[in-house]
């Protein structure tokens, strides 16, 4: 079975500084996975996506995460926060034959000081 | 640019009744998956839904929930008997192609709370 982790279920960092979201997951399959951001009312939006091809992956609003089979991490980051990147962040795998069920990790919320 | 929409944003009843959500996915989409969060816990899978059959249930999905789109714009998830556990955010989603590697669209939620 699959499973999602994400360690830390609230973190803090001020303006500027790196944000840095862990992810650790299992499949015993390559996996698919991808970060998803939720702000207050909203629904969750897709940050970026891993499924084949080069490691590292670039989403938007300039995060990105990198593939790591050996370690089975899919960490993300971004070199500068930034206020409004103060948010739910939610990291999900599956696989190819899952027809899109999405396993999720149980959210990172990042708070930004300033 | 195009969103998937949900109503209510809140709904509140009492043990026992049904209840209904409603979501509006993504015009040009083909594929319809319900996801619910309890409070404090991860986002769940419940049901994926195309071409008007349930592709793939969880094992929550069990007899007293149901999903219908009983139009071409709105997909619903109905709650025949709801029981105090079924309080939770309920995220309507959706996807063009329905592969593993398509992205899916999220809802807003809706905030069922059982009394």
């Known amino acids: 079975a699959q499973s999602v982790t994400q360690l830390g279920s609230h973190v803090s960092v001020s303006e500027g500084a790196l944000v840095l979201l862990r992810c650790n997951y299992s499949?015993?399959?390559?996996?698919?996975l991808f970060w998803y951001v939720q702000y207050p009312n909203q629904g969750l939006q897709l940050l970026l996506k891993?499924?084949?091809?080069?490691?590292l992956v670039k989403g938007i609003n300039g995060f990105e995460a990198e593939f790591k089979k050996s370690e089975t991490s899919f960490h993300l980051t971004k070199p500068s926060a930034h206020m409004s990147d103060a948010a739910e962040y939610f990291c999900?795998?599956?696989?190819?034959?899952?027809?899109?069920?999405?396993?999720f990790g149980q959210g990172t919320e990042l708070s930004v000081k300033p | 640019e195009p969103e998937v929409t949900q109503t209510p944003s809140h709904q509140v009843t009492q043990m026992g009744q049904e209840v209904i959500l409603r979501c509006v996915p993504i015009?040009?989409?083909?594929?319809f998956y319900w996801y619910r969060q309890i409070l404090g816990q991860k986002v769940e899978f419940l049901v994926s839904?195309?071409?008007?059959?349930?592709?793939?249930k969880s094992e929550i999905f069990d007899d007293q929930f149901s999903v219908e789109r009983p139009d071409g714009s709105n997909f619903t998830l109905k709650i025949r008997s709801t029981k105090l556990e079924d309080s939770a955010m309920y995220f309507c989603?959706?996807?063009?192609?329905?592969?593993?590697?398509?992205?899916?669209?999220f809802g807003p939620g809706t905030r069922l709370t059982v009394l």
């Open positions: 989603a959706s996807s063009a192609s329905g592969g593993a590697a398509d992205t899916q669209y």
């Open positions: 499949s015993s399959v390559p996996p698919y």
């Open positions: 891993y499924t084949t091809g080069a490691t």
């Open positions: 999900a795998v599956t696989r190819y034959n899952q027809g899109g069920k999405l396993i």
């Open positions: 015009s040009n989409h083909l594929y």
């Open positions: 839904f195309y071409n008007n059959e349930i592709s793939e």
